[in-house]
């Protein structure tokens, strides 16, 4: 049983996937062809599902994994349909319940709704930044994250963590809780759901050299201190500044940079937003790009980074250890907070010459980015345990 109510909620609400969405989509593919779909249904703390037929649910994964333009008006007909508001009670006591996107954990009624389907959930626990890092989330998502948290230890069969980094970061909070940690599992997550391929044909995004980010505009991202970068490069070199192409959507906690993106003149049309992106221009843009950015403070994986690197671009990023974790030494590592160190970087890896860019290039050679096999032979292995 797949729980699929995020991507619903996303892809219902006009959404591109960001990254814990292209996780669930993952799941999707793996499990899609032996497992039932789960949507969360909630009317205050009165918590129910619908858990959709085989048929049902093959129709539900084939649209999901490609929503098309019309997916909102589908989905309504859909639900209407496979009638999502009446009662169902199938009989799934001892399934396994693999939620991967943190939706609706933790919620009041959700562990008495565990329960009552009798299932052995398996959670995929993407980071705990909310709960270490509180400053760079919304007021009230500390207590959210703390709640999802506990609800994956006391009431998972199992725990899947997207790294190390992860797993260590769940295991000190068990410790601090006085709670047990269920039987986990580390698995990385895999970049082969995009590849070079998906941009065959398509012209190079601009003529001048320009750099990436991609995630979304908040402040753990770290976007101020690039567009801070950037102000300074455009002091020094004008119009011939490199580009910097933002992909994502703008998000919260980062009225700051934002502002410099809307009322900051020299960074009109220097810095250049991409809200809604493909997944081939998004291989596009990496691919041509001097070096993807990735300055942020805190991170519990990071599926741009490894992207990246599958496709043959260099990257700048914080001094992070799950990046070392996923890319070992082959990027250059750079304090999130030293504004000069990052703007010497942009400077030297712009350079058709750049010898630090070529010697990146150097490390790359046989890299081998994370793949969905070698994930899912390990999360087999812990599904395994709980027949």
């Given at each position: 049983?797949?729980?699929?109510?995020?991507?619903?909620?996303?892809?219902?609400?006009?959404?591109?996937?960001?990254?814990?969405?292209?996780?669930?989509?993952?799941?999707?593919?793996?499990?899609?062809?032996?497992?039932?779909?789960?949507?969360?249904?909630?009317?205050?703390?009165?918590?129910?599902?619908?858990?959709?037929?085989?048929?049902?649910?093959?129709?539900?994964?084939?649209?999901?994994?490609?929503?098309?333009?019309?997916?909102?008006?589908?989905?309504?007909?859909?639900?209407?349909?496979?009638?999502?508001?009446?009662?169902?009670?199938?009989?799934?006591?001892?399934?396994?319940?693999?939620?991967?996107?943190?939706?609706?954990?933790?919620?009041?009624?959700?562990?008495?709704?565990?329960?009552?389907?009798?299932?052995?959930?398996?959670?995929?626990?993407?980071?705990?930044?909310?709960?270490?890092?509180?400053?760079?989330?919304?007021?009230?998502?500390?207590?959210?994250?703390?709640?999802?948290?506990?609800?994956?230890?006391?009431?998972?069969?199992?725990?899947?963590?997207?790294?190390?980094?992860?797993?260590?970061?769940?295991?000190?909070?068990?410790?601090?809780?006085?709670?047990?940690?269920?039987?986990?599992?580390?698995?990385?997550?895999?970049?082969?759901?995009?590849?070079?391929?998906?941009?065959?044909?398509?012209?190079?995004?601009?003529?001048?050299?320009?750099?990436?980010?991609?995630?979304?505009?908040?402040?753990?991202?770290?976007?101020?201190?690039?567009?801070?970068?950037?102000?300074?490069?455009?002091?020094?070199?004008g119009t011939k500044a490199p580009r910097l192409v933002v992909i994502g959507r703008r998000g919260w906690e980062a009225e700051s940079a934002m502002d410099l993106l809307d009322r900051c003149e020299p960074l009109k049309g220097i810095v250049i937003?991409?809200?809604?992106?493909?997944?081939?221009?998004?291989?596009?843009?990496?691919?041509?790009?001097?070096?993807?950015?990735?300055?942020?403070?805190?991170?519990?994986?990071?599926?741009?980074?490894?992207?990246?690197?599958?496709?043959?671009?260099?990257?700048?990023?914080?001094?992070?250890?799950?990046?070392?974790?996923?890319?070992?030494?082959?990027?250059?590592?750079?304090?999130?907070?030293?504004?000069?160190?990052?703007?010497?970087?942009?400077?030297?890896?712009?350079?058709?010459?750049?010898?630090?860019?070529?010697?990146?290039?150097?490390?790359?050679?046989?890299?081998?980015?994370?793949?969905?096999?070698?994930?899912?032979?390990?999360?087999?292995?812990?599904?395994?345990?709980?027949?």
């Amino acid at each position: 049983m797949i729980d699929v109510t995020r991507l619903l909620v996303h892809l219902g609400a006009n959404k591109l996937p960001t990254g814990i969405d292209r996780v669930c989509m993952a799941y999707v593919v793996q499990f899609g062809g032996i497992g039932r779909a789960v949507i969360q249904v909630r009317h205050g703390v009165f918590a129910y599902s619908n858990i959709l037929s085989r048929t049902e649910s093959a129709d539900m994964f084939a649209r999901l994994l490609k929503p098309g333009l019309n997916f909102k008006h589908w989905l309504a007909g859909f639900l209407a349909k496979s009638g999502l508001l009446s009662w169902r009670k199938p009989t799934v006591h001892g399934n396994v319940y693999l939620n991967v996107g943190h939706m609706g954990i933790g919620v009041p009624g959700y562990s008495q709704w565990l329960k009552r389907l009798g299932v052995k959930p398996v959670f995929l626990v993407h980071d705990l930044i909310p709960i270490s890092h509180p400053e760079y989330c919304a007021p009230k998502a500390k207590v959210r994250h703390v709640a999802r948290m506990e609800t994956v230890l006391k009431h998972g069969a199992g725990v899947i963590t997207n790294s190390q980094a992860s797993l260590d970061a769940l295991h000190d909070f068990a410790i601090q809780r006085g709670l047990n940690l269920p039987p986990a599992v580390t698995a990385l997550l895999g970049v082969d759901l995009i590849d070079a391929r998906m941009a065959q044909g398509m012209a190079r995004p601009m003529p001048s050299p320009y750099f990436v980010v991609v995630s979304t505009i908040e402040g753990r991202k770290n976007h101020l201190l690039l567009f801070k970068v950037w102000r300074r490069l455009v002091e020094k070199l004008g119009t011939k500044a490199p580009r910097l192409v933002v992909i994502g959507r703008r998000g919260w906690e980062a009225e700051s940079a934002m502002d410099l993106l809307d009322r900051c003149e020299p960074l009109k049309g220097i810095v250049i937003e991409k809200p809604y992106c493909s997944d081939a221009e998004l291989v596009c843009y990496l691919q041509h790009a001097q070096a993807l950015l990735f300055p942020s403070h805190i991170e519990g994986f990071g599926l741009p980074l490894a992207e990246a690197l599958s496709l043959g671009t260099p990257v700048l990023a914080s001094d992070l250890a799950v990046f070392k974790e996923i890319a070992h030494d082959i990027p250059e590592y750079i304090d999130p907070l030293d504004g000069v160190a990052w703007l010497e970087a942009v400077q030297d890896y712009v350079a058709e010459t750049s010898p630090r860019r070529a010697q990146q290039l150097a490390r790359m050679k046989g890299y081998q980015a994370p793949r969905w096999f070698e994930h899912f032979a390990k999360v087999d292995v812990l599904l395994g345990q709980l027949r």
